[in-house]
């Protein structure tokens, strides 16, 4: 039987870097920048060897450059968008009981039960949950062993469905 756990933690930058590095995908290089080649191999030769509208042909390079960019600074524009919302700084409490995981803030209230979640993942900072509206993260920093080793526990449950 689970024991009620209650903790409280801010949502800060360190938070969001850990919860990106640990939820989102890893893409091989060649995935992440096969868009912005494409896209820059089709506006190169536009250019020069084409009679094509010039601006047209340096505006598809452009767009190649651009995605290349996006690519590479794609963690730190994730993370300055979730600093920007108006949830960034804010005092979230974290309850973990028998019935749910819930999240309380100021501006928002996530509650998710356990007959919902599909899967949960330990990574190697955290825990990914998840459940029919989408992915959650749960950073081991913000848990107690004991919590953790019940997580532990029914991660083996929801892989033996």
């Not at 506006?43 to 690519?71: K, P």
């Not at 019935?99 to 900072?125: P, R």
């Amino acid at each position: 039987m689970m024991s009620v756990y209650k903790t409280t933690f801010i949502l800060d930058k360190a938070y969001y870097q850990e919860c990106y590095e640990e939820s989102v995908a890893k893409i091989p290089f060649h995935q992440a920048y096969f868009k912005a080649g494409i896209l820059l191999l089709l506006g190169g030769c536009f250019v020069l060897f084409t009679e094509i509208n010039q601006y047209a042909a340096w505006f598809v390079f452009s767009l190649g450059v651009l995605e290349a960019v996006a690519q590479y600074y794609r963690k730190p524009w994730w993370v300055m968008r979730q600093m920007l919302s108006r949830a960034s700084k804010a005092e979230v409490e974290l309850v973990i009981d028998e019935i749910s995981i819930s999240t309380t803030s100021f501006y928002s209230e996530k509650i998710i039960k356990w007959s919902e979640i599909q899967a949960l993942n330990e990574t190697e900072n955290g825990w990914i949950i998840v459940h029919p509206q989408g992915r959650s993260y749960l950073s081991k920093q913000h848990l107690n062993a004991e919590v953790q080793q019940q997580l532990t526990n029914m991660s083996r449950l929801k892989t033996s469905e």
